[in-house]
Structure formats: structure tokens, C-alpha cells
């Protein structure tokens, strides 16, 4: 159903959903205006220029979307158009205005991201596991629907219809509110020294993650979600000044209520549906804090054809030693740990960290 | 220097540090005045009876702290006595008022914690890689401080000292507001239907894990940090209510800012272990996925004396290319972009990213 397929903009999406129909046998084409990133895009994803591919996927800025879906709409009257957005307001609406290949249209989000931008954290395995939104316009034909299910099906996400409005509504919640909150966290950090910042521990570091996140790309989200977005943000507003009023008033009790409402919702987010768990295991290696310490485990992990999917490092300067952490297979991993034991380095295999 | 320790209460984090202990060979007695979660701990840790023990930590809910110090000081007179509350208040005042063994208590906080509790969440590396505040009391003897270091090293903590007033204020920003943050927002999701609710992605996840808190554990917490913890709490409101009248007004410049503004402040959160976070320089490499690619980058750089200061790599199982991003210095990563691209490496060079 898909052999070819472009992809308008190389950022972090667009990129990523490359790779991932690239895996899967597709021929695609990388496109961007700046050529920078089309460049490094199209060598990540070894990219083949196309006309009328099957599918076309826009996964430009918010501010770019609908000029460039009517584009492609226009100039590419066999080819089925999706779009990524994150706020859909009057899109839809607008397309079955300027294209008379509205048919051809479906709107969609995939609910994945990371706190990286650019082509360069893409990775192919963004969306398994993601759900997606999946918007159909009035005009949307049959054809349509079968290439975009067929699309989120290749990515590994599961679809869920719901109107544009009901969209915006909800991604004001589960995806505008904790930006914001995170970024707003985050800022309040500006006024705490920096030896006071070295107690940082998991919650801050996790709360602030998306704080990292492009304030380009995400001031036009918001401004694009303005009408869904300042109700919530009113109501989590008031909720916060309840608790002030009960930390103030010495209200146990009211305060224990706000802590079991948040455990109440929280327990509502379903698990990950047919989230694949990439099942690595992981071997951490003591290794000296000295030049060539990490060529050697390379070399070794290549004399012994172990393939390494991922590695952390954690080391700080006034430490003798660092810890290396290596994702690998569970085979590779006894492989590898049994080979460096026996050369004498610490390792510590465990399949959780 | 530590070679039995008791811990008073077996909860998560006591249990957690019992197990640390014991896998550094020392002997080790839980106790805990719930017979239940005495059991279960004393069979994890496989705890044996003690009578003033080199070491005694005290894990108590912080209700309990101040009274439980006091009592363990008062009846081990040879004993160094740490509390982990995440509060200080004036207990170091009332613990020189209240024994005449002052000189044997060192108050310490393991920056470190889950959102599940109990001793069946524990775990022997809960402190690995963690900031530990460590505050000494005015009449703390050398002695007390030695014990303290070396617990926290057994931990595999690193200490940073602080004083009781200066350590409530930094955690009611980086522990109690993003605890409150994060309960608050998972409130929220409350109103949100469950099919809706099938959508959420990473950051609503992340953001609202610590909304699994303990709500009688952390009420209590918040209210003994009332004085540092409402001055924060209310200027991050009004953090909010900034952004709600730029989004009103439809103000992108200053919605830009507060976004600008919490990268700033996540930036300054160091690497984990206080490494100071530092500007380097990024050179992403497109890679083939097989074995011996990056001990051949590593060996290059070996060969010219690039130094690698970290390295990130992102892959996904089926992908056929790998990126390894690594931070170099300017004047490396222009060296050796260069020497890789000779070699017929694809390198992108980039500050940011």
C-alpha cells in the first residue's frame, strides 16, 4: 500500500518517522527548506527523490503546516497527504477550501516527542508503543483512511479518532499544561546557586526534562492552542492557590486531599498500549577516569562482534572512576561480561537499572 | 570505622539503606515499630540484633524524627546517630537541647527517593551517583564527622554541607515543588475522560510520576517546610499567571521568553554526581550498525588526541544507520570533523543541539 513516501521537513519528527518507514523497505525522500538539515536527513535516512510518492507526510513548524499541506495536496493530486500537527484548530476546515484534493487529506498527531530537536536525536523507534490521533475531514476518502491506518501501523502506534476540537482540548492537558509547567519550573531554578544545584536529584531532573524543549516551535503551539490552553491553565492556576491557602492555614488534612487527587488521576493514564519494551540488558563497567579507557571496551566489544544498542556515561571530575552503562542483547551481554571479566574490569550485568 | 549499623524505621529509604550496608559486609539490625515492616526488612536485610553499634541511622517519618534522635542518642552513648529527614527546621537546636550526646549526631538527606514506599520497594543502589546534604551541628565531634563520610561513601553518595536554613530552602524548590507540581497536574487529569486519557504520551507520564507519592509522607513534609516552602510556591504562581496574561494578549516575544527562560534554568542543573554542566561542542557521525564502528571513531581519535568528554548514541533496533552524537571541545570537534570526513565519515558538525 506504501512504497514511496516523502517527508516535508527534517527536524526530530519528520526525521525519525524517515527512519522508521525506511526500516520498514520504504523508499523515501527528505525535503527541508534549510538544507543543513535536509543534508543530514537525507544521509540518516539515505534518501532517493520521488514524484507522487504514495504517501506524503508534513511535519513542518505549526506557523508552515497548512501552507505547505496545500501545497503538496495541490501539487500531488495521486498522493495521500498527512500532516502532524500539534494543534489542528480550523485546518481542516481551511484545506477543503484551497485544495480540491481534500480527499486526500488526513489529519494526524502522534502523541511522541523528545526534549531534542533536529535530525540529529531522530531515532526510528520514536513512535512504537505512541498513540495517535487520527482526524478525518468530511472529504477524507476510503483510499485515505487505509493509507494513513496503514502509516501509524508502520510506525508502531495505535490510532484514536477524535474531532479537531476534542484534539485541541485534550493536548492542552496531556501535552501544553505539562510544558508549561516544566518550563516554568525549571525558570524558578535561575534563582537557586549552583552549589545549591548540585543536590538536584530525579525529581527535579525529570520534571524539568521538557524544559529543553524549542521555545519557537512551542510559543506557536501555545498561541495556536490559545482558546483550549488558558482555561486549563486558569483551572491548574486556582488549584495551586487552594493548596497555598491550606499549607498557609496549616490544613493537614486539605493537603493530604490535594496529594490523593493527584494519585487518583495519575492512576487513571492507561499502560502504553502495545508499548514494545525494548528488552536490552545492561552491563555497567567500572572503568579509571584515564584517555583510552572507552577504546579499549570499543575494541573489545568489536574482537568479539558484540553489537552495543546504547551506552550512558556517568563520571564526575572529582571521581577516580566513571561508570560506563552499555545496552546490549542478553546474549551479547553475558558475551561481553564473561570477555571482560576475565581481562580484569569490573562489570556488573543486571537486566533492570 | 562502620562495622555494624541499626537502622530505625524500614521503610523504602531505610530498608534501602540497610541493604547497602549490609552488601558492604556490615552487620546490620532493622528495627521499626510496625511488627510488619520490621518482618519483611529484617528478612531482606537479613538483620541481626545489635547493641550500640558503631553507626545508628534514623529513617523516620519526619513526625517521628526529632523524638526518635533524641531517644537513640540518649540510649547509645557510644553510637554516631544520622537523621535523613527532608526537613531540618530547628532539630539540630533541639537535639543539643535535649541530649547531652550532641556531640554524636550528624544530619544528613540522601537526595534520592521513589514515588513507591515501603521495604519492598527498596534497593541496595537507591544512593548511587546521589547528593547527600550534610549538616553538622555545633558541637558535632570529628569522630561523627568521619563516620558520617564514610556511611555516605558506602552509599556511594558524594556530601555537600549546608546549613539547616539554607538546606529547607533549597528543597522546597528542587524536592517540594515539584512534588506539588507534579500532584497537582495529575489532579487535573481527573477530568479528563478515559478514552481520552488513552493519548497520553511521555511528558504527561513523566511529569505526574511523583503524583504516586506517599499523600501522609509528603503532607507532613510540606507542612514542616511551610516557612521556605509558601514564599516559593507563591512566586511560581505568579510565574503562571504571567504567562496566562501573555497568552491572553497574544504576546509570542514574552511566551518565547518564558520558554527561553526555563532552558535557561534546566541548563544549570549540573550532570549527575555535581559535574558542572559545560559548553561543548557536538559532532554528530551517521554510522553503519555493525560491530567495530565506534572502536574505529575512538581509535581515531586516540590517533590525533581528541579527548572525548561525552558521548551519545542514538539507535533503534531494525534501523539501518546509528548516530553517535560526541561533546568535544570547539577546537576538537573541529579537528576531528575534519580527519573523520577525510576518512569518509559522514560528520555534521553542530554547537547545539
Known sequence: ??????????????????????????????????????????????????????????????????????EQLNANPNSIVCDLA???????????????????????????????????????????GRAWVLITGSKSSEKAKLVADSFIKICGGSSYQMSSAEHDLTVAKLSHLPQILSSSLAASLLEVSEDNLNISGQGIRDLTRLANSDSKLWSEIFLANQSSLTPALEKLISHLQGLQKSLVSNKKEEIEDFLKKGREGKDKIPGKHGAKS???AFLPIVIDDKPGQLAIIFNECAKIAVNIEDLSIEHSPGQETGLITLALSESDCIKLSEHLEKLGFKVHPTKNR
Do not use: W
Not at 10 to 37: F, H, R, Y
Not at 41 to 65: F, G, R, Y
Open 278 to 280: 525494548r528488552n536490552y
Open 1 to 70: 500500500m506504501i512504497s514511496t513516501a516523502r517527508i516535508v521537513g527534517a527536524g526530530l519528527i519528520g526525521t525519525s518517522i524517515g527512519l522508521c518507514l525506511k526500516s520498514a523497505g520504504i523508499k523515501v525522500e527528505m525535503v527541508d527548506v534549510d538544507s543543513n538539515s535536509a543534508q543530514l536527513a537525507q544521509d540518516l535516512v539515505k534518501s532517493t527523490p520521488l514524484s507522487e510518492p504514495d504517501l506524503i507526510v508534513v511535519a513542518v513548524p505549526i506557523s508552515a503546516n497548512q501552507k505547505v499541506v496545500v
Open 86 to 128: 500539534s494543534v489542528k484548530s480550523d485546518l481542516l476546515v481551511k484545506v477543503e477550501e484551497l485544495s480540491d484534493n481534500a480527499k486526500n487529506f488526513i489529519s494526524l498527531h502522534p502523541m511522541a516527542g523528545r526534549e531534542l530537536s533536529g535530525a540529529q536525536s531522530a531515532r526510528a523507534d520514536l513512535f512504537i
